[in-house]
């Protein structure tokens, strides 16, 4: 009779290929963080390969949980990069402002 612990090995053992491609291919999608259809079509792509990868893993408990961890990690790392974008482009906006002000002082 198996035990829980090698049902749960195996189930890892068949699911190491499915996430070394997953990693693979989520590492894969780029989007244009300034052209909003692209960052829609990135978390899209997201959901859709996640889903797609693991639907045969969706009802085990560990998996499925899995799935749900990576797609909320994906997702914030797009959300996150656009929140640094933004502030960046705050940032340069402020210097050039500055610039212009010093520019405008020395005449």
Do not use: G, W
Request: a negative charge.
């Amino acid at each position: 009779m198996n035990s829980t612990l090698d049902v749960v090995r195996a189930q890892m053992q068949e699911a190491e290929p499915v996430l070394k491609q997953l990693d693979v291919e989520l590492e894969a999608i780029n989007f244009d963080p300034f052209t909003p259809s692209s960052v829609d079509a990135a978390i899209e792509k997201v959901t859709a390969v996640i889903d797609t990868l693991l639907v045969n893993f969706r009802a085990n408990p560990i998996l499925s949980s899995l799935a749900d961890q990576l797609r909320s990690q994906y997702l914030d790392a797009i959300h996150h990069r656009l929140i640094q974008l933004k502030k960046d482009e705050m940032t340069v906006t402020q210097r050039y402002r500055k610039s212009c002000l010093a520019l405008e002082n020395s005449h």
